[in-house]
């Protein structure tokens, strides 16, 4: 299973900046067992 999340932030020495972030999960009996998150700062 994956998603996408976009998320606004700021942090200390970068400013205010927009992340987008894909998940990805792994699933097994209903429940998450494995994550994996892939992100640019663009």
Do not use: H, P
């Not at 970068?14 to 640019?40: A, H, L, N, P, T």
């Amino acid at each position: 299973m994956s998603a996408e999340q976009i998320a606004n932030a700021t942090m200390k020495g970068r400013g205010r900046v927009s992340m987008r972030e894909i998940c990805v999960y792994g699933v097994r009996d209903g429940k998450i067992f494995r994550e994996q998150f892939f992100y640019d700062l663009g």
